[in-house]
């Protein structure tokens, strides 16, 4: 089922999200749906705030970045297929160079920053079995994992720009909060006027 993606400004998003026990309710088809959900906004990944439950749920899948010609053949080959759930995450460390990439996020439509990132990311995670993982990602694919990490910590990619940048974006934020934006897949506005 393709559930709504909850937009900015919503105080869902700023929520650290709470560990998800074995035994939460559905969780194979939460997992079904947050995929459908993802797969038809075109994302790579998506986090549980993201459809409205604060819970440490994320999930990613890299594969449409391994279309990517200007990234090296061995980046491409690590980037598609790479396909995961990350269940009560949490980041070990953060570690390397800081680089920026022009992110984008399903909750913020049509807005795409530069955002500077560590390199190199070790996480601690268990998946949909409840088998626990520590693993360490480079590249985009940290990035695509620190992003969606962020979401389970409350933070969004915005918070990472400058003062200047925000305020330049207050505006266009605040158009999104309203509903005011052409979104192609569904959304939930928090300060949507009624009646629209």
Same mark, same amino acid.
């Given at each position: ?27 194979? /088809?939460?997992?079904? =749906? ?6 038809? #906004? ?31 053949? /061995? ?56 088998? /626990?993982?520590?693993? *360490?990602?480079?590249?985009?694919? #940290? ?12 933070? $969004?990619? *915005? ?5 200047? @940048? ?6 266009? $934020?605040? =158009?999104?909060? @309203? ?18």
């Amino acid at each position: 089922m393709i559930l709504p993606i909850i937009a900015y400004g919503d105080p869902v998003l700023r929520k650290v999200g709470n560990e998800l026990p074995k035994e939460h309710p559905k969780l194979k /088809e939460l997992i079904e =749906n947050m995929w459908e959900t993802m797969y038809n #906004a075109n994302g790579v990944g998506l986090a549980a705030p993201q459809i409205g439950l604060p819970v440490r749920l994320f999930l990613v899948d890299t594969t449409p970045f391994s279309k990517d010609e200007d990234l090296t053949e /061995e980046d491409q080959k690590k980037l598609d297929g790479f396909k995961k759930v990350f269940i009560n995450a949490y980041i070990e460390e953060e570690t390397g160079e800081e680089w920026p990439f022009s992110e984008g996020c399903l909750s913020i439509p049509d807005i795409h920053e530069d955002i500077k990132r560590k390199d190199t990311v070790t996480i601690t995670y268990v998946d949909e079995n409840f088998k /626990e993982h520590t693993e *360490t990602y480079d590249g985009l694919l #940290a990035r695509v994992i620190q992003h969606e990490y962020d979401h389970i910590e409350g933070i $969004l990619f *915005t918070d990472k720009l400058s003062p200047l @940048k925000k305020r330049l974006l207050k505006g266009r $934020l605040n =158009n999104i909060s @309203k509903g005011n934006i052409r979104a192609d897949y569904r959304m939930r506005f928090p300060n949507q006027k009624k009646g629209r």
